[in-house]
């Protein structure tokens, strides 16, 4: 293709890129550095007509088995980066949360702890209001600059209707940056508050197997009478479930691992028949919160 800037490469693999290591190619990949560099690849996948596909940490992301057709986008680079200035952190928009989180507490600011335990960048951090254990990120957000074909502009946390798991930011628009405004406090402390924060995902959460973070949102229905996802999932017999070389974890049963040469079908049949079970059980849909890249078959008993 004429015009294609630089770095862009073909036929990139994207499994390897996600936790659950799972799907096809990328048919075209870059890691832009710069803004600069990210308005200049946006632009040309506007112009071309090629879609667009942001890949983070790879920890909420399932690929499609046929791979995805268009541009995917890792930040590298100063668009992964991570630094200070006084009370604020500013972070690339593909900078890894828990990182930013442990080289705040190195610094002694605190309000970022939540992070410790959200396994994906501030980038996606952000598009998902991504919250965890009591933290709120809307609270120390202080502004983020977006990326589209036609420039890099700021918005401030006001203008990004965060509600439940969403934010306003639509397809073309990237998180090249994001400032956090935190506060002092003792860095030690802080440090014992991540090392507890850690331990209690530990003893949660599955670690150190192939897996995305969790599969279906909490459910904000009265039926669900408080309860999460993942207890949801378990009450109508889904954990420890298998489809092909994919399972509910044992000890989560909002956890899908690839504990077998999994395709991503598998792992969409097992989705399937979980928010099918709970359907049964609950009357309640579940919505899924793993993002998909690419062009997916939802399997027939997907739709309740």
Not at 27 to 45: D, G, Q, Y
Not at 123 to 133: D, E, K, L, Q, T
């Amino acid at each position: 293709m004429s015009g294609t800037p630089a770095g862009v490469q073909p036929d990139h693999p994207l499994a390897r890129l996600t936790t659950v290591r799972t799907g096809g190619a990328a048919e075209w990949f870059a890691r832009p550095a710069t803004e600069p560099e990210l308005v200049e690849l946006l632009r040309w996948a506007d112009v071309e007509g090629i879609a667009v596909g942001l890949i983070g940490s790879g920890s909420n992301l399932l690929v499609a088995d046929d791979g995805f057709h268009g541009l995917a986008i890792k930040l590298d680079g100063d668009l992964a980066s991570i630094e200070r200035d006084g009370d604020r952190v500013f972070c690339g928009g593909g900078a890894r949360l828990p990182s930013a989180a442990a080289k705040a507490a190195g610094w002694g600011l605190s309000g970022l702890e939540f992070g410790i335990n959200i396994p994906g960048t501030a980038g996606g951090a952000v598009r998902m209001n991504a919250n965890a254990y009591g933290g709120q990120l809307a609270r120390v957000l202080d502004w983020i600059e977006v990326s589209t074909a036609a420039g890099t502009e700021r918005r401030e946390p006001q203008q990004l209707g965060f509600s439940y798991r969403r934010s306003n930011l639509r397809s073309g628009e990237v998180v090249s940056r994001a400032s956090f405004r935190l506060r002092p406090g003792d860095p030690a402390a802080i440090r014992a508050t991540l090392a507890t924060m850690r331990e209690q995902r530990r003893e949660a959460q599955p670690s150190g197997i192939k897996t995305f973070g969790s599969t279906f949102k909490n459910p904000d229905d009265e039926r669900a009478e408080g309860r999460s996802a993942g207890q949801l999932l378990d009450a109508a017999g889904c954990r420890g479930l298998r489809h092909g070389g994919a399972r509910f974890s044992e000890k989560h049963a909002n956890f899908v691992e690839n504990f077998d040469a999994a395709t991503s079908a598998d792992v969409l049949e097992l989705m399937a028949e979980g928010r099918r079970r709970v359907h049964e059980r609950f009357g309640i849909e579940l919505e899924p919160e793993v993002q998909v890249l690419g062009e997916v078959s939802w399997p027939s008993g997907w739709e309740l």
